[in-house]
């Protein structure tokens, strides 16, 4: 009998848009309560004029219990006016997250 090799599966890449987000506790939330599975991982994008530096703060906090938000990437700051942010390009660095966690094995919650 042979052995038949795994199958890459990629989960679906779920992306939340918190616009004009001030710190992004919002989309942090968002984040922060998915955990990602073998079915889909939660990406949020937080959109502003200017990230705030309790941003960073709170991101940090919310990942001390919630360390996939680290390990995966899940959140992102965009300091720019909406008008000139394009969601393509938004998503460029977590594409290449999700090409590299297709990559390595992934243990999920």
């Not at 300091?79 to 992934?106: H, W, Y």
Request: hydrophobic share 40%.
């Amino acid at each position: 009998t042979g052995q038949r090799g795994a199958t890459a599966f990629t989960p679906a890449d779920i992306r939340v848009y918190d616009m004009c987000s001030g710190h992004g506790l919002t989309g942090m939330l968002f984040a922060a309560c998915n955990p990602p599975t073998k079915d889909r991982i939660v990406r949020t994008i937080c959109i502003d004029i200017v990230e705030p530096p309790s941003h960073l703060v709170l991101r940090n906090l919310i990942a001390e219990l919630c360390p996939w938000m680290e390990e995966y990437d899940t959140v992102q700051f965009h300091a720019c006016p909406l008008e000139t942010f394009d969601m393509s390009d938004g998503m460029e660095q977590f594409n290449r997250a999700s090409e590299v966690e297709t990559q390595t094995e992934i243990d999920f919650v």
